[in-house]
């Protein structure tokens, strides 16, 4: 098993643009995650999603879009990149409720907006 | 939402047990304590989960205190290998609810 991946592991950006960060896991976990790490900082959770078809908004959402068209796969979206988006992205999944089930996390994205 | 509180850093020398405290004084009866740790430049990487009771896999021990209010993840035999940031997070049923403090960075000696 591959785990989780994430595509690309790197990526420049120009403020104004927008770009797509692709999550799989190969695990079939129905929750899955997509968590920003600053400098220094802890994970917070953007978007999550506990099933095909259905996400739900985290802690800090605005300026991100999300998708789970398919269960192994989670999209994550930025329509229109900041500076304040610079971070490593962090994708996660779960079997079922992350309360009593460890999340597998993926390698992150190091994202860069100019 | 309930929050956690760990110290910013800790020091241990290799082959000695490490105690990484954590305080949840807000804890609810349904939350269950994670330990996370996250090694340079890697994804976080799951250590262990509780309830109530103390709970022993092979990377570690976590004991829980009898309120819940804290909980100390014990490393039996620290190594070089398990310097990295240590976080302990709540996770409620509520899958939203899943918030990563800034953790303990813990550094090995050799």
């Known amino acids: 098993n591959a785990g989780v991946t994430q595509t690309p592991k790197f990526r420049v950006l120009k403020t104004g643009q927008s770009m797509t960060l692709l999550c799989a896991q190969d695990?079939?976990?129905?929750?899955m995650y997509w968590y920003r790490q600053d400098p220094g900082m802890g994970l917070r959770l953007i978007h999550y999603?506990?099933?095909?078809?259905?996400?739900a908004k985290g802690e800090v959402p605005d300026g991100y879009n999300v998708s789970r068209l398919k269960k192994q796969n989670f999209l994550l979206g930025l329509e229109s990149a900041a500076p304040s988006q610079t971070s490593v992205y962090f994708c996660?999944?779960?079997?079922?409720?992350?309360?009593?089930?460890?999340?597998?996390f993926g390698p992150g994205t190091r994202l860069t907006v100019l | 939402d309930a929050k956690t509180t760990q110290p910013n850093s800790m020091e241990s020398n290799e082959e000695e047990p490490v105690h990484l405290p954590c305080n949840h004084s807000?804890?609810?009866?349904?939350?269950?304590i994670h330990w996370y740790r996250q090694l340079p430049s890697q994804g976080p990487e799951y250590v262990i989960h509780?309830?109530?009771s103390n709970v022993n896999n092979r990377m570690a021990s976590l004991a829980i205190a009898e309120d819940r209010k804290s909980s100390t993840l014990i490393l039996h035999r620290a190594t070089l290998r398990d310097a990295a940031v240590y976080y302990c997070?709540?996770?409620?049923?509520?899958?939203?609810?899943?918030?990563f403090g800034d953790g303990t960075t813990l550094t090995v000696k050799p």
């Open positions: 996660a999944s779960s079997p079922y409720r992350s309360s009593y089930n460890e999340q597998f």
């Open positions: 695990m079939n976990h129905e929750y």
């Open positions: 999603s506990v099933g095909e078809g259905t996400t």
């Open positions: 807000t804890i609810s009866g349904t939350d269950y």
């Open positions: 509780g309830l109530t």
């Open positions: 997070i709540l996770r409620s049923a509520n899958a939203g609810k899943s918030t």
